[in-house]
């Protein structure tokens, strides 16, 4: 009961919080705000609880609607530039709107009405969009005169966002062919307590931003199914199994800190429970809303580097779902518990599709490459991305450390083998890596 009216607090206090920055008017508050409503878009996504690829589609579209109106709005806003301006209209048309006094309050507007239409349940955020007119007119941002012509405003953005999205392969997932786990030795298959199908397997078809050809960041082969003693596999088997048995209290912290998994069943009797909790895209996306605000950004530079953060993460796990489709790797799971103890359980919940790679390694370390070309090297921060959700915060000296700590925790969890690990963070940097160099050329 305690933890209901803690949550019902947080979502009364939110509002308020942005009246306050909003009547305040200082420019280093709007990356407070940006968060905030970012944040309603998560709320939505945990309610549908939207797996990790499309919850990134949704960060990616949401945010591209903010930074597109921002960039509509006047040179201030196109200094940064993520995908070129020209190959931006080639794919959205060239609306030649109407400028508007708070480009500010047009982006979050845009991003919230994109939300509503990419969300099964995005209906919720009706009130919010509602909530922001009344925010915009009571602290002045907009007057009750121009605040139709900033509607209007961004409802075209939104519409143009949403175009493009219809023609990124999304829609045309239902009507591929229905995914059916290969049979034999090695190969993945659902695992308890749910055993839910396979999530997105034809997520590799999708549309990416930045990588032009996702077969060239497949990753290093993994180890071939073999569980005689001393053979690759083997020995990363019985790493899984030997360190579930040994886990230090830290190391507890830190799978659960990082579990990031919105398919958790917890049965009570014979009552399936759903756990609402945040996508890996989600933890990465509250890292940025963190990092922003601890460097006070403008509101552009936070629209910025949300967008851009959201394109990489939508991108990476394009090229991690290939690779576990075509690798079709089986879960540790399933194995220990067929050939080691029948009754083992990992720490975590095994989520619904296959091993390799590990997919919070792809996509933390393709986050923190992008996130530490913005920031730097020494930028530390403390983690607060998991307290809405029951978990204490953490602090870390750098992205890239933050992104090492959730790749382990895979292997804490139980949840994975060491390759699919490591070779999953070599294959999130080079992601990351190549990301960057292409915005550093836009800008040169």
Same mark, same amino acid.
């Given at each position: 009961?305690?933890?209901?009216?803690?949550?019902?607090?947080?979502?009364?206090?939110?509002?308020?919080?942005?009246?306050?920055?909003?009547?305040?008017?200082?420019?280093?508050?709007?990356?407070?705000?940006?968060?905030?409503?970012?944040?309603?878009?998560?709320?939505?996504?945990?309610?549908?609880?939207?797996?990790?690829?499309?919850?990134?589609?949704?960060?990616?579209?949401?945010?591209?609607?903010?930074?597109?109106? #921002?960039?509509?709005?006047?040179?201030?806003?196109?200094?940064?530039?993520?995908?070129?301006?020209?190959?931006?209209?080639?794919?959205?048309?060239?609306?030649?709107?109407?400028?508007?006094?708070?480009?500010?309050?047009?982006?979050?507007?845009?991003? #919230?009405?994109? *939300?509503?239409?990419?969300?099964?349940?995005?209906?919720?955020?009706?009130?919010?969009?509602?909530?922001?007119?009344?925010?915009?007119?009571?602290?002045?941002?907009?007057?009750?005169?121009?605040?139709?012509?900033?509607?209007?405003?961004?409802?075209?953005?939104?519409?143009?966002?949403?175009?493009?999205?219809? %023609?990124?392969?999304?829609?045309? #997932?239902?009507?591929?062919?229905?995914?059916?786990?290969?049979?034999?030795?090695?190969?993945?298959?659902?695992?308890?307590?749910?055993?839910?199908?396979?999530?997105?397997?034809?997520?590799?078809?999708?549309?990416?931003?930045?990588?032009?050809?996702?077969?060239?960041?497949?990753?290093?082969?993994?180890?071939?199914?073999?569980?005689?003693?001393?053979?690759?596999?083997?020995?990363?088997?019985?790493?899984?199994?030997?360190?579930?048995?040994?886990?230090?209290?830290?190391?507890?912290?830190?799978?659960?800190?990082?579990?990031?998994?919105?398919?958790?069943?917890?049965?009570?009797? +014979?009552?399936?429970?759903?756990?609402?909790?945040?996508?890996?895209?989600?933890?990465?996306?509250?890292?940025?809303?963190?990092?922003?605000?601890?460097?006070?950004?403008?509101?552009?530079? %936070?629209?910025?580097? +949300? %967008?851009?953060?959201?394109?990489?993460?939508?991108?990476?796990?394009?090229?991690?779902?290939?690779?576990?489709?075509?690798?079709?790797?089986?879960?540790?799971?399933?194995?220990?518990?067929?050939?080691? +103890?029948?009754?083992?359980?990992?720490?975590?919940?095994?989520?619904?599709?296959?091993?390799?790679?590990?997919?919070?390694?792809?996509?933390?370390?393709?986050?923190?490459?992008? #996130?530490?070309?913005?920031?730097?090297?020494?930028?530390?921060?403390?983690?607060?991305?998991?307290?809405?959700?029951?978990?204490?915060?953490?602090?870390?000296?750098?992205?890239?450390?933050?992104?090492?700590?959730?790749?382990?925790?895979?292997?804490?969890?139980?949840?994975?083998?060491?390759?699919?690990?490591?070779?999953?963070?070599?294959? *999130?940097?080079?992601?990351?890596?190549?990301?960057?160099?292409?915005?550093?050329?836009?800008?040169?």
């Amino acid at each position: 009961m305690k933890r209901l009216n803690f949550l019902i607090l947080i979502l009364v206090i939110l509002p308020v919080g942005s009246m306050d920055l909003l009547a305040q008017k200082q420019k280093q508050d709007w990356a407070k705000i940006y968060a905030e409503q970012l944040f309603h878009i998560t709320e939505v996504m945990v309610t549908d609880v939207a797996s990790p690829p499309v919850a990134a589609r949704i960060y990616a579209y949401t945010n591209l609607a903010a930074y597109r109106a #921002l960039q509509e709005s006047g040179a201030e806003f196109q200094k940064r530039e993520i995908l070129s301006v020209s190959q931006l209209k080639n794919h959205l048309g060239d609306p030649r709107l109407e400028r508007v006094s708070s480009p500010e309050f047009a982006a979050i507007y845009a991003m #919230l009405l994109v *939300g509503e239409k990419v969300m099964p349940s995005g209906y919720l955020l009706k009130e919010k969009q509602k909530t922001w007119q009344d925010l915009g007119v009571k602290s002045k941002v907009v007057t009750k005169k121009n605040l139709d012509a900033h509607l209007a405003f961004a409802k075209a953005i939104a519409d143009q966002v949403l175009d493009f999205a219809k %023609t990124d392969g999304y829609i045309q #997932l239902t009507a591929r062919n229905r995914y059916t786990p290969k049979e034999g030795e090695g190969f993945w298959y659902p695992t308890p307590p749910a055993y839910m199908a396979a999530v997105e397997p034809e997520w590799k078809t999708m549309r990416t931003f930045f990588l032009k050809n996702p077969s060239e960041f497949d990753p290093l082969p993994m180890a071939q199914f073999d569980l005689s003693t001393g053979s690759s596999f083997q020995i990363q088997l019985m790493e899984v199994y030997d360190v579930s048995r040994n886990l230090s209290d830290e190391q507890k912290l830190i799978a659960n800190f990082w579990d990031c998994n919105p398919f958790k069943v917890e049965f009570s009797g +014979h009552m399936a429970i759903g756990v609402k909790k945040i996508s890996p895209g989600g933890h990465w996306i509250g890292i940025t809303g963190i990092a922003s605000q601890k460097q006070h950004l403008s509101f552009a530079e %936070t629209a910025y580097i +949300h %967008t851009l953060v959201a394109l990489t993460l939508h991108d990476a796990f394009v090229s991690c779902w290939k690779a576990k489709y075509e690798t079709n790797r089986i879960r540790p799971e399933t194995v220990i518990n067929e050939k080691l +103890h029948p009754s083992w359980k990992p720490l975590l919940q095994t989520p619904p599709f296959p091993e390799y790679t590990s997919g919070h390694s792809v996509i933390s370390a393709a986050s923190a490459e992008v #996130l530490t070309g913005y920031f730097g090297d020494d930028f530390g921060f403390i983690d607060s991305s998991e307290v809405y959700f029951g978990l204490p915060e953490r602090e870390f000296r750098s992205f890239y450390q933050a992104a090492d700590e959730a790749a382990i925790s895979r292997l804490y969890g139980g949840i994975h083998f060491r390759d699919a690990i490591e070779n999953g963070v070599t294959q *999130g940097r080079k992601i990351g890596k190549t990301i960057w160099t292409e915005i550093q050329k836009l800008e040169n």
